[in-house]
């Protein structure tokens, strides 16, 4: 997947989740708890102005002279007000300065209604106590009328009866204010006024009295009922209708858009729910196409393997049958390996039995056979013969040489025997070794490295006299050793015959070859030395290499199968030439291996 | 028979009941209520701040030096002096039971305990200091600034500091009067005499304007309803313009707060100027001018009787 469109896929759930939180947002059920609120409010703050407006009512008609009441309700409208502004004051629940404009005229109502109910309270007040008074005021005036002589009485008459009429005006007036019932306790007023003038001194005080106190009433009265008319006029319910509309409006938009808001939120959910069974439905198609490739990979698997097998079975074949050719190849090499030690070997068997034969024929026995021929011709008188013939008297005495010669030829036949029964016990030793070779198996046993030297010399004595080769020895030092007999031998035959070769050519110098043995530093070195041809540079590195020759009838085998049986041996066999005529130096080094009981 | 004996059972019950515990009488007069539960700490604090010269602008005055508790909660001067040693304008009213006068200051200029100590902190004539000083020296004292953050969220701050004085003054009730005790129905705690004041009280009408459970501060009334007082008095100050100087309107000319009559006997002197040194003498004037009566003999004895039958308890104690 590519960075972009990760970042798409990124961006678009980003997208989705915020789409998504918004709508949660918008979708918030918070409006209509408040909303409910609110008219809950408006509806106890409608309560309390109606209580209120009630308590001023009580008041207008003296059923309460307490005025606490007339206080709570609008502590309690302030206290439901606060709270009531504090929800609707919040940003984005009404249009702007809609809000305002309703709170503004509210407040205005009530502040006037307050100032109102203030001043209705003070008036009020004094105007109830003025009119609780007018009856006392009367009884009082009556009794101070009783209590005069009836002379007085009778000329103060009218006073009492107008004083009376004032007092029944003025209570009417209290009920029914009007202007004509104005004029009239106006007049009323003038007139004891008027009258005050003609009464006792005990009565004008009492008259006085009650003329400040209606006059209180006529002043008063309107003031109370116009107070009344004014609060009652202040529409402070309408406002709170108005208000109560203008949240029902607010509400009924925020609840059409609550509405619209959860269509919107379920065409969103549908949408997310499409999106999740798309993807559903790409992730099945995903798996399904995964399964599907996942089969083909296998099947593919499986061919491959089988070709793998099919494979490693020609390729075992194949090695198979490269192993029976290397091994036939291998037989063949042995086999050419030994035929030409055996060829060395038997080149000594060749030398030993032409000599016995040799021997033979020119053996002194047929003087034996001739002396018998003369016994046998004299066999009648064979005492004479012996002690009388001259042949005869001779034939003791040659008897005699023969015998001796006899003796001589048995001692060199037996000798020449013995050689031949050596190589012959050489040619077993190289079969067995031969046929214990896959287990190259070496056979340790304690060796006197002169007498290994001796043997190889002896094996090919014969061939070294014809070749008019001297040896020179210079055996060292050299204690005992545990060695591979038939190894040694193969190297030590191989070496001094190709020191032989090397030296086939040369005529102006004796042949000369040495044989040097010594130990240097724990390791044992078997020297041979020509003086022959010597090798040439560039056939130094080649010369232990399998099929190098230099000879016509050689078969580059010999020298590559020392080097072999060297390393076989844990040692290493060198050359070392100072370049063609010079002669060469071939050096066997091995590891000094003490035979038991040497020091 | 089963339904006429339970009847009966309850009506004993009831009956029982009504023995043990007289009814409250329902008169326009009404007892105190109970001490409002408020948070104790805003309260302490509130008391400290009471007792607090530093909220006068020299050092001077505390709200205590003017309202003496030991005092009925005023002064016992006409005038108290204000910071700078000059007497203020008007008398000062008691602090006890003020949290339910329905306006504060004679001339009724603020309806709430936090404004009224807004307006003596900053006044010229009384503490004559600004908030920001105010608050400076109480944030400044760390005894002080703890005690505010343990009370408050915000610490110390002009509306705290208010609230606090606020709230302690809300617990200035002065419940107990034996006048109280009359109207929680323990009627025989009052003399007979007592009992022809109250009676008399009523009356000459001086419950009009002196009623419900502050008996008084519960509205505006004119000063001399029935004569000039003041001309009569006179010497005639801005003062005596009372709630004019707040409302600009010419019918609240010599208007003020009817003040509170609890504990009155304690509260002398009287009226906005301290005019009446005596009870005798106010409730005379108050015949006078606002009731437009003449009182019958000994009623204005009778009527002071009672008065002092208003005088209520603060820690326990009679004021």
Redesign the interface.
Known sequence: MTLSRRLGLAFIGVLLASILLFMYIESGAQQAASHIESRDLIRVLKQQDAVWDNEVLKARVAL?????P??SPLHEMTRLWQRLDVIESEPGRHAPSLWDTQRDEYLKAVKEKT?LV??F??HN??L???L??LP?AEDDIQGQFARLSDADRLQLQNVAIDTYDLLLSSLEFAQVTTEDQAAEILLGLNRLEVNRDRLPDGLQ?SID?LR??IA?ILREQPKVNELLQGIEAIPLAARLDTITNLLDTDQEQAAAKHQRNHIFLLLFATFLVLILIWLAIRLIRSFAEIKRVNSALQTANDELEQRVEERTRQLKDTQSELMDTARQAGMAEIATNVLHNVGNVLNSVNISADLVSRKLRSSKAQGLGKAMNLINEHSHDLGHFLTEDEKGKLLPGYLNQLVEAIAVEQQGLTDELAQLSKSVDHIKDIVSTQQSYAGANTLMEPLVVSELLEDALRMNSGALTRHHVTVIKEYGEVPRIMGDKHRLLLILINLISNAKYAMAGVSNHARNMTLKATVVDEELQISVKDEGEGIPEENMTRIFAHGFTTRKDGHGFGLHSCALAAIEMNGHLTVHSDGPGTGATFVLQLPLKLAEGEP | MASHGLILALGLLVGLSTAAHAEPLDE???PLPTVPNLDPKRVQLGQRLFNDPRLSVNNTLSCASCHRLDKGGADDKAFSLGFDGKPVEVNTPTVFNASLN?HQFWDGRVDSLEEQVHMVVISPTEMGSTWETVVKRIADDPDYAKAFSNAYPDGVNEPNIRNALADYERTLLTPNSRFDQYLLGNTDILTPREKFGYQRFK?Y?C???H???NIGG?????FG??GDYIADRGNPTRADEGRFNV?GDE?DRQ?FKVPSLRNVARTAPYFHKGSAPTLEKAVEVMFKY?????PQKNDTELIVEFLKTLTGEWEGKPL
């Open positions: 309460s002279h307490n005025y606490d007339l206080v100032r203030e001043q309270k003070s007040a004094v109830r106590n003025s609780a008074f006392t005080g009295i400040r106190h209180l | 326009p007069l009404k329905f009356e009408g419950i009009a304007c009623q419900g459970v519960n509205m505006f009334q004119k309803v029935m409302t019918a208007v606002q009731l437009g009566r003449e």
